[in-house]
Nanobody, 128 residues
Framework: QGQVVESGGGLVQAGGSLRLSCTAS????????MAWFRQAPGKEREGVSC????????SYRDSVKGRFTISRDNAKNVIYLQMDNLKPEDTAMYYC?????????????????????WGQGTQVTVSS
């Protein structure tokens, strides 16, 4: 079983940008669908975005469409989440997750029950 480690969180003003990274190790990265989730205090964890193992399929929850972009670099075993025009409601702990050959459909946001490998999270705080 491999592991994933997130980085890149921080404090930013509304309208600003951050880029999160998630580095995987101990797994055949090119065979894994990767996803980002987030959890705000007092709320359930929700899927933000996913990217298929080849990078050709992506999905975003409606509230981040047009602002967030997911990408992956299979040569470096890393995925990114570029977050632009951040809003206070984006404040949450952001988690990276991985699952082998999991479908990532543009019509569906990822669900946490579908992913087996999880990171520890990185905090994103957006001030108004």
């Amino acid at each position: 079983q491999g592991q994933v480690v997130e980085s890149g969180g921080g404090l930013v003003q509304a309208g600003g940008s951050l880029r999160l990274s998630c580095t995987a190790s101990g797994l055949a990265f090119e065979h894994y669908t990767m996803a980002w989730f987030r959890q705000a205090p007092g709320k359930e964890r929700e899927g933000v975005s996913c990217i298929g193992w080849s990078g050709s399929s992506t999905s975003y929850r409606d509230s981040v469409k047009g602002r967030f972009t997911i990408s992956r670099d299979n040569a470096k075993n890393v995925i990114y989440l570029q977050m632009d025009n951040l809003k206070p409601e984006d404040t949450a702990m952001y988690y990276c997750a991985a699952d082998r050959y999991r479908a990532c459909l543009s019509t569906m946001t990822p669900h946490q029950s579908m992913y087996k490998i999880w990171g520890q999270g990185t905090q994103v705080t957006v001030s108004s």
